[in-house]
């Protein structure tokens, strides 16, 4: 693989056929920290947080208070199951849109990475209508600043804290937990630690890095009271007269669980939410957290076995920063580990599936629906089966099965625009000096064009970066 | 679909290929039995699934979570089945069903994916090994390739490592040409990571015969039956079911996920005919959930959970379970049930008998890391 081809490909997201290849290809990446667009066109037109909440809230509100038995609330429960996933696909649809024309396609990877690092799924119902906004407020934003500001951000989004159940957590001793006590003995309300235990284990610190149960439980304790607004039971229980903003983060001060708190010996003697806040910058600047986030770095961008000493570099940089991204990714850039030729990374479905979309010059998603067919390739889009994101290791999408979806999928794109595009010489414009002499024969005996260009979207050589 | 095998045949391994051992060797096989592993992700709930309704700390700590025993299946004086296991409740009664409680894998924290790594791989600590115990099983059987598949469109843990699988789900897609399909094979034929995997795929496709595209539970039973049935089919294979991690609203996501199990298992057994006499299906999770419900209507990670083995060959109408109890006293670390049987002494223990290979040796293949002792008298003989 050519330095271009790596800088396309590797820190790309795949070249289109009218990219010239890059001829300083660090300069090149670099330079679209200026370029990139948090907010683009296509992001910009779906609905805003606070209308998919109050949208929700209302449907909800809908099923609720129709009679049991009675059709309509069948209905109304149809609805907002549709509603739900057409918010859902409309989402997916801009994210492949916003990534077919990107003006910084290696700052769009690192979204990509960190939404799978902070991964939530729509396999919860309730976060559903939100998987999208989630990108497009908590991460989109934030990924060129603070590591810290993009934890925050995240774990502060209603799509977060509905699938991680915090919008529902209690604190046991809290003012609404002794009222509601009285009131309903026999019902029981409290404690949900979910989220507190999938930040440390999976978002900051990294799992067996000296945390504990009880850390786990004090640190839950310390969240409660971070809610959702508007959304009312089951999305944030009512907190009193105060409702929020439909969709945002808001602060029950009656759900919080008073006192003080001691995670891993440090006591946090801070009061409401300004406690988790403390601990969330505790998390976000240790070195354990830097080492867990430069482990992931260089698995995405290098190897699915990290280099060490690139890892200790990308570490480093990270403490020494106290956590500011772009500096990290310098490091990244500059790592020769980075730059060596051989293609050492299998594509993921969602990887693929937009480096042929780019390859083959689509501009526009147009009809395609792109949510369905990444359930065919087996990555469905904010849907990884847990909190801990897909795997970015070769072994979970090199497979017998998905190497045939993938070869369908290239079928039907080459046959959009096949007998426009020679294969024989995109090629070397999407990936610069890398296609081996068999491939090339073998898209050049092709029975069609169609089918030389699907064969090159299947190629040893694009199903890498 | 035969054209296309064929033709794999010939273009993709090559004429040399016709010399070797062709794939209907598999009939060949020394065991008749089929094995399925069916992992539960995301740790299901043991105690809501297999119901210790005996003890009187069970309904106490689950409070509203409690299932009422009068609307469960009695499965002995001590325990009864989730109201939604319904066709297993026919399977116990026809003693095809045995249930294992109170196991765990050698994981005590609270992982998810570290716990999953442990179950998949068969070691001790979390990414210590790097192939699935089901995997190195496959290498003790004796026939030659595609001896395992997974339904899934990648390859789960378990399945990974040197022995050969396989892995095939529907798909929706339109089929690519057979054209195109040769071509690729001939593309990938210098390729030492995607030309294994290409063959593989080639060779389960002509297995898959007229199975419809459709993914719901009933049909993977029943596509599962399909590849199981077939003389020359796959005597291993894996199935995974996601959705098992319940926080909140748990009474009625496990109702679903254990209705969805139930139908699986109903449709594999049907769809398998007479060979469900000759099959054992292993359905297992990473961990258990807390004793008591949390405050929000669900249940946090836990140790012990419950465990089954299910299928015409097993021994079964009964479960096995050296109760340790739910009282405050009696839980690991005041919170979870306490495991007092190894998921990996009954997984060697069902291999082993499942194909007559001395279960000792079955052991010390699938953990070499702890070699624990094999379960004993699971499977019919």
Redesign the interface.
């Given at each position: 693989m050519s330095e271009s081809a790596i800088a396309l490909n590797r820190f790309g997201i795949g070249a289109r056929p009218d990219d010239p290849a890059p001829t300083n290809p660090k300069r090149w990446l670099i330079d679209q920290f200026d370029r990139y667009e948090p907010r683009p066109a296509v992001w910009a037109a779906l609905p805003p947080i606070a209308q998919l909440a109050d949208d929700y809230a209302q449907v909800r509100m809908e099923v609720r208070q129709a009679p049991k038995d009675d059709p309509a609330k069948k209905d109304a429960r149809k609805e907002m199951r549709r509603d739900a996933r057409q918010n859902y696909q409309d989402a997916v649809n801009a994210r492949a849109a916003s990534a077919l024309t990107a003006a910084a396609p290696f700052v769009e990877r690192l979204v990509w990475f960190w939404a799978n690092h902070f991964a939530v799924s729509a396999?919860k119902a309730t976060v559903v209508p939100f998987a999208g906004n989630f990108e497009a407020e908590a991460i989109r934003p934030h990924v060129l600043g603070r590591f810290e500001d993009l934890l925050l951000a995240a774990e502060r989004h209603a799509a977060m804290m509905l699938y991680?159940?915090q919008a529902?957590?209690?604190g046991?001793d809290s003012i609404m937990?002794r009222r509601a006590a009285m009131n309903n003995p026999?019902?029981?309300?409290?404690?949900?630690?979910?989220l507190a235990?999938e930040i440390m284990?999976l978002h900051t610190l990294g799992?067996?890095t000296g945390y504990s149960?009880a850390d786990?439980t004090e640190f839950a304790r310390a969240l409660t009271g971070w809610s959702v607004g508007g959304l009312g039971r089951g999305g944030g229980r009512p907190g009193g007269p105060n409702q929020g903003d439909p969709g945002e983060y808001l602060f029950r001060p009656g759900l919080h669980e008073p006192g003080a708190r001691t995670i891993m010996g440090r006591s946090y003697t801070q009061v409401g939410e300004a406690q988790a806040e403390a601990i969330l910058h505790d998390l976000a600047v240790a070195p354990a957290t830097a080492r867990h986030i430069a482990t992931k770095l260089a698995r995405h961008f290098v190897a699915d076995d990290p280099p060490p000493a690139l890892v200790d570099r990308l570490s480093a940089a990270f403490l020494q920063s106290g956590g500011d991204l772009p500096k990290v990714y310098r490091v990244l850039i500059d790592a020769p580990e980075a730059w060596a030729a051989g293609a050492s990374k299998?594509k993921t479905p969602w990887e693929w599936s937009i480096s042929a979309m780019r390859g083959i010059g689509m501009r526009e998603i147009g009809q395609m629906q792109v949510a369905?067919m990444l359930n065919?390739?087996?990555q469905p889009v904010w849907r990884p089966?847990?909190p801990?994101g897909f795997d970015d290791v070769?072994?979970?999408?090199?497979?017998?099965?998905?190497?045939?979806?993938r070869?369908?999928?290239?079928?039907?794109f080459a046959q959009r625009v096949g007998d426009r595009l020679d294969a024989r010489k995109l090629g070397a414009t999407l990936m610069p000096g890398t296609i081996a002499p068999?491939?090339e024969q073998?898209i050049g005996r092709?029975?069609s064009p169609v089918?030389g260009l699907?064969?090159l979207l299947?190629?040893?050589e694009f199903?890498r970066r | 679909m035969m054209i296309r095998r064929q033709f794999l045949r010939f273009s993709a391994i090559g004429a040399g290929a016709l010399l070797v051992a062709p794939r209907l060797a598999l009939a060949a096989a020394q065991t008749d039995r089929r094995f399925l592993f069916v992992i539960q992700?995301?740790a299901a709930d043991g105690l809501n699934t297999v119901i210790p309704y005996a003890d009187p700390a069970y309904a106490q700590l689950r409070?509203?979570l409690a299932i009422d025993p009068t609307t469960a299946t009695k499965l002995d004086a001590q325990f009864a089945l989730h109201p939604s296991l319904v066709e297993i409740g026919k399977m116990h009664g026809a003693g095809q069903a045995l249930f294992v409680h109170a196991v765990a894998s050698p994981y005590r924290?609270?992982?998810?994916?570290?716990a999953q790594n442990v179950l998949e791989t068969g070691g001790t600590a979390?990414y210590r090994l790097r192939d699935g115990w089901l995997n190195r099983l496959t290498g003790m059987m004796t026939a030659q390739k595609e001896e395992a598949i997974a339904f899934?469109?990648?390859?789960p843990m378990a399945l990974?490592g040197p022995a050969d699988v396989?892995?095939?789900?529907p798909?929706?897609?339109?089929?690519?040409?057979d054209?195109?399909?040769a071509?690729?094979g001939?593309?990938?034929t210098?390729?030492a990571?995607?030309d294994p995997?290409?063959r593989?795929?080639m060779a389960?496709?002509g297995m898959a015969g007229e199975n419809g595209p459709k993914q719901d539970p009933a049909s993977l039973g029943k596509l599962a039956a399909g590849f199981l049935a077939k003389p020359d089919g796959p005597r291993i294979a894996m199935i995974e079911t996601?959705?098992w991690?319940t926080?909140?609203g748990q009474a009625g996501r496990l109702a679903a996920q254990l209705k969805a199990l139930d139908v699986m298992l109903a449709n594999l057994r049907d769809g398998l005919g007479p060979v469900w006499n000759d099959t054992v299906v292993l359905v297992a999770t990473e961990f258990g959930r807390t004793a008591a419900?949390?405050?929000?209507?669900?249940t946090?990670?836990g140790t012990g959970s419950a465990a089954m083995l299910i299928g015409g060959a097993v021994k079964g109408g009964r479960v096995v379970a050296d109760w340790p109890g739910l009282a405050q006293a009696n839980l690991l670390?005041g919170r979870d049930l306490k495991p007092t049987a190894q998921l990996d002494a009954l997984i060697a223990g069902a291999a082993g008998e499942t194909f007559g290979i001395d279960p000792p040796r079955v052991a010390r293949t699938l953990f070499a890391d702890a070699v624990p002792r094999p379960m004993t008298g699971l499977v019919r003989t």
């Open positions: 396999d991680l159940d529902q957590s209690i046991p937990a026999g019902r029981q309300r409290g404690l949900n630690e979910n235990r284990e799992v067996r149960q786990v299998f369905p065919q390739l087996g089966g847990s801990a070769a072994a979970s999408w090199a497979a017998p099965d998905a190497l045939v979806r070869v369908e999928v290239a079928q039907r068999a491939t073998a092709a029975e089918t699907a064969l299947v190629s040893p199903q | 992700r995301g409070g509203a924290e609270r992982s998810h994916f570290d979390p899934a469109p990648t390859v990974r396989t892995s095939y789900a798909s929706a897609l339109p089929q690519a040409t054209d195109l399909l071509r690729v001939d593309l990938y210098e390729d990571q995607l995997l290409w593989s795929a389960t496709r996601g959705g991690d926080h909140s419900a949390n405050g929000t209507g669900g946090d990670h670390d």
